[in-house]
C-alpha cells in the first residue's frame, strides 16, 4: 500500500512539472559478498574528533541527536520527525552545534526520499542512499565520503541486506568524487527516460563508459 500511495503522489506531481525529457546518472552499488563475516572492514575515511555522528531510525534517536544542537531549517527538522522510521533512516554529522550534513537511506518505498530508481530496488535484499546533502560553509571537509563509509558500515553490522546504491547526475563533479572515496564501486551509467509519469532505465556498464 505505502509503494502505490507513493507512486501516485509522485506521478501527479511529475506529470504536472516535467512530462517530457531524460537525465543521465552515474550509478554505483556497494556489494557485500559475505555478509555474515562481519570481521571485515569498511574501508574509508573516519570523521575526526571535531564531529559527531549520529545514524537515526526513530523520533526517540532523533531527539537524542538533537540534544544540545541547533537547526536553522525547521521545515527539515518537521519533515524528519514524519518520516524517520517510516522505511528511512538519516545519518547526521554536527561540527559543535550545527548540521553540517546529512545522508537519507531508504530502506522501503517513501516518499519524502523518493527516487526514481526505487522501482529498480528489492527493498527486501537492499537499501539505496539519498539524498545527501553537505552545508556550504561545511564543504571541502571531505563530509560526504565519511558519511558514506559510516552508513555502509552501519547496515553491514545489521547483516541483513546484500547491497547498497546510490546514485548521483554526471555532471555533479563533488558528489562523484566523493562517492569515489568511499566503499561504493562504480558499476555503470544508468540512463534514465522520463515520458508523462513514467521512468524507464538503462544501465550502461562501466567497461563501456567512456
Known amino acids: 500500500m505505502q509503494k502505490w500511495i507513493v507512486l501516485i503522489s509522485h506521478f501527479l506531481k511529475k506529470a504536472l512539472r516535467k512530462p517530457f525529457g531524460s537525465d543521465s546518472y552515474y550509478s554505483s552499488q556497494e556489494s557485500f559478498l559475505y555478509l555474515y563475516n562481519l570481521s571485515d572492514e569498511v574501508a574509508g575515511p573516519v570523521a575526526s574528533a571535531a564531529y559527531q555522528m549520529f545514524f537515526v531510525s526513530s523520533v526517540t534517536e532523533l531527539d537524542q541527536a538533537l540534544e544540545g544542537k541547533k537547526l536553522e531549517d525547521a521545515v527539515f527538522e518537521k519533515y524528519m520527525r514524519l518520516n524517520i522510521g517510516k522505511n528511512s533512516q538519516v545519518l547526521l554529522i554536527f561540527k559543535g552545534a550545527d548540521l553540517a550534513h546529512y545522508s537519507w537511506v531508504a530502506r522501503g518505498w517513501n516518499a519524502y526520499i523518493f527516487d526514481e ?70 558499476v555503470g551509467k544508468l540512463l534514465e527516460s522520463n515520458m508523462f509519469f513514467m521512468s524507464f532505465f538503462k544501465v550502461q556498464p562501466q567497461s563501456q563508459i567512456e
Do not use: M, W
Open 117 to 186: 530508481y526505487f522501482s529498480e530496488i528489492d527493498f527486501k535484499q537492499e537499501a539505496h542512499v539519498g539524498p545527501c546533502v553537505t552545508y556550504k560553509e561545511f564543504r571541502g571537509e571531505g563530509l560526504y565520503p565519511i558519511a558514506l563509509t559510516e552508513i555502509c558500515r552501519k547496515l553491514k553490522e545489521e547483516a541483513l541486506l546484500s547491497k547498497i546504491s546510490i546514485r548521483t547526475l554526471t555532471t555533479n563533479t563533488p558528489s562523484i568524487k566523493g562517492v569515489c572515496k568511499s566503499p561504493f564501486n562504480l
